[in-house]
């Protein structure tokens, strides 16, 4: 059974740091990941796919590695700000559609 | 603009009254999914549906149906809804893996208290 592991669980940054959210999955036979943002109460945004044949995406200041073989993924944000808080959420889809969810990182970027 | 739209945003209800929240994609999405999210235990499949009259169990299906009549449509059901009910529901749907999966796309949310 895919186990998705998000950590830190909560970070706290000042305004203006590069920062990395990790995230472990534990079967690497996974079709893609992707990675979302979650505002309190609020929906899913995705921020970043990342199929399994690929190796990084980027977004304007946001970069998502994936190391398949290893099970891991980070999501590196550069030049933090405060409207970036909010909680992060690692998702794995592996071998039927379903997608598999981290507990997320909860961000707060201090001005 | 693509999206997922779910409705309502927010219902309060009373224990045992049969609820639906709709759920609508016009991307032309084969999966469709309902998860629900609580407080320390992140999100859960409720129930799939890989194609029109395809449906299957999640990880928490107990107390819910749901049916999948249209591609477009996948209605989540709760018959006798209870308080252990109450959290935050999301619906979201992807193409098939045959087709080239770009992710998945979330509706907004619906908040749930029943009382």
């Known amino acids: 059974k895919q186990e998705v592991t998000q950590i830190p669980a909560a970070l706290s940054v000042p305004e203006g740091e590069n920062l990395v959210l990790n995230c472990s999955f534990t079967?690497?036979?996974?079709?893609?990941l992707q990675w979302f943002r979650q505002d309190p109460g609020k929906g899913l945004t995705s921020l970043l796919l990342i199929q399994s044949s690929q190796r990084e995406q980027t977004s304007g200041r946001l970069n998502a590695s994936l190391d398949k073989s290893s099970g891991r993924s980070t999501l590196y944000i550069a030049a933090s700000q405060p409207g970036d808080s909010a909680t992060y959420l690692c998702?794995?889809?592996?071998?039927?559609?379903?997608?598999?969810f981290g507990k997320g990182t909860k961000l707060t970027v201090n001005p | 603009e693509a999206q997922v739209t779910q409705n309502p945003r927010y219902l309060i209800t009373v224990t045992g009254k049969k609820l639906t929240v709709t759920c609508s994609q016009n991307?032309?999405?084969?999966?469709m999914s309902w998860y629900r999210q609580d407080p320390g235990l992140g999100l859960r499949q409720i129930y799939y549906?890989?194609?029109?009259?395809?449906?299957d169990k999640g990880d928490v299906p107990e107390g819910y149906k749901v049916s999948r009549k249209e591609k477009r449509n996948f209605p989540l059901i709760l018959e006798s809804p209870s308080p252990n009910q109450t959290s935050l529901y999301f619906c979201?749907?992807?193409?098939?893996?045959?087709?080239?999966?770009?992710?998945?796309?979330f509706g907004s949310g619906t908040r749930l208290t029943v009382v």
């Open positions: 549906s890989m194609n029109v009259e395809v449906t």
């Open positions: 998702a794995v889809q592996g071998g039927s559609e379903k997608l598999v």
């Open positions: 991307m032309n999405h084969e999966y």
């Open positions: 079967d690497s036979a996974i079709y893609n």
């Open positions: 979201a749907s992807t193409l098939n893996r045959a087709r080239g999966s770009d992710g998945y796309t």
